[in-house]
């Protein structure tokens, strides 16, 4: 399966083999081992290492549940009137969808699948970059894409990518898709990323945002045996990433998103959570609760310093 469609889902395998994920799981990580595949964003994909990148058809089956957890909390960060920029991505997709019902929002973006979603709200104005179109994940990409964001200033960019670490923050398989987003970032006074937990932890081979300029990672809660995942968090909490994490409630909406307008309230500290030295609070890891306390936004926390 992984030969024929270049990735698939640990819950597809599943479905196939008629066995539980927990089982395919393990059958995945002994390929792994001799060298038949990676295993990457839930399921696994042909190996390749750094250089290894999956195409949309392949992304968008993985991880579905969870980017759309993510989408719905994102979405409440942006308010009415606002400019924001979006890169590509299955997640950033997800996203646009839900921006679709922000009245006044402008929205720039080198993603021809952020701008079809957002297509026909009549509230939205979409601005798109020139470049060169990338087709494994229909994107503007090159110097052309680069060159019309010059000058560009917004409030927030959101953007996804293939790895995230509290080393060397986000990162992209592709070079001209890293190039593009490193231009998304200067044009932002806040970046915010979008990675669903098999995300962290990965390292891919070109450097899109470095650690100090994510000001908030939006992602899922990671399963309880995945340690992994749960320490790279901490590490970018304590770096000064704010952190919030979707539970499964989160998209209880049925994905309809925050009301037109609704913006985050004050991020509410955990308890436990050290004071810096001039009294503040330190980095740590934020309840989404106060940023979506609509009905069916709520979604809970995960206090990895238990852990």
Sequence with gaps: MVRANGAVSLRELARVVQTSEVTVRRDVRALEAEGLLDRRHGGAVLPGGFTRESGFPQKSHLSTAEKTAIADLAAGLVGEGEAIVVG????????????????????????????QALAHANRVEVVMTGGTLRGSNYALVGSGAEQSLQGLRVSRAFLSGSGLTAERGLSTSNMLSASVDRALVQAAAEVVVLADHTKLGSDTMFQTVPTELITRLVTDEPPLHDERAAAELQSLADQGVEITVAGPEADASGGAGPPPGRRPRRDMPLPGQRRTQNGGLGPQLRSASALADVPGERARVADLRRR
């Design 88 to 115: 590509a991505g299955t997640t950033t997709q997800e996203l646009a969808r839900r921006l679709a019902r922000v009245p006044g929002l402008t929205v720039v973006t080198n993603s021809l699948l952020v701008a």
